[in-house]
């Protein structure tokens, strides 16, 4: 699976001043963190940024004799930039982003803001659905926060062959939840895909169907 997130930010300077801002701090092999830019645009830029790790490994062999080893390790994003929202993609991302915000705060002299999207799940299905002129079928869906009655809240996997929307509704009629994930069912060619959205702006793709 790989997986998409997008952001929200409020850029200080245009693309262009930003990606001027990119060229200077390109990634080369003496770096330990910069960009590969593929395009800049008025409104967006397409880059990578890595980020080189180094580490020290200490290995033991089986008589318990240990050695410490230099480790070189490479954390890469590849992300495009808007000028409108959604402003920030990030494709196949590590878990942790804290380089490559802080990269963007120091490119934009620390007055860039940078804030998580929410999305409306069932309004994402939906858009889906038009866009790909297909009925999805949405076969899981999980909530939190599910009043079932004052003080009492749970926290719920539907799960099913057939679409759980439905089921949902009853479910919730009248009550309080968060809709926190769904996997919608795409239909590709003659082959059915499973696509997870999740309510803070970010989707995971078989790697197969990302493009």
Not at 37 to 43: G, L
Not at 79 to 102: A, C, D, H, M
Not at 116 to 141: F, H, R, Y
């Amino acid at each position: 699976m790989k997986r998409v997130r997008w952001l929200s930010a409020k850029w200080p300077v245009s693309m262009e001043i930003l990606g001027g801002k990119m060229k200077a701090q390109l990634f080369t092999p003496e770096s330990f963190d910069g960009f590969v830019i593929e395009r800049i645009r008025e409104n967006y830029i397409e880059a990578h940024f890595i980020a080189k790790l180094i580490y020290k490994e200490t290995i033991t062999d089986p008589f318990g004799k240990e050695e410490i080893l230099d480790r070189v390790a490479y954390r890469n994003i590849d992300f495009t930039l808007f000028s409108g929202y959604p402003n920030i993609e990030l494709r196949n991302s590590q878990r942790s982003t804290k380089e490559f915000v802080s990269k963007l705060l120091e490119l934009c002299d620390f007055s860039l803001s940078i804030t998580p999207v929410s999305v409306n799940l069932l309004d994402w299905v939906q858009s889906i659905q038009e866009e790909m002129k297909q009925k999805l079928l949405v076969d899981s869906i999980q909530v939190s926060g599910l009043e079932l009655e004052e003080g009492v809240s749970a926290k719920i996997l539907l799960k099913g062959n057939r679409d759980v929307r439905e089921a949902m509704q009853h479910l919730s009629v009248k009550k309080k939840f968060t809709l926190e994930k769904v996997q919608v069912k795409v239909t590709i060619g003659n082959q059915t895909v499973p696509v997870h959205l999740v309510n803070t702006g970010s989707v995971k793709i078989p790697t197969d169907y990302f493009n």
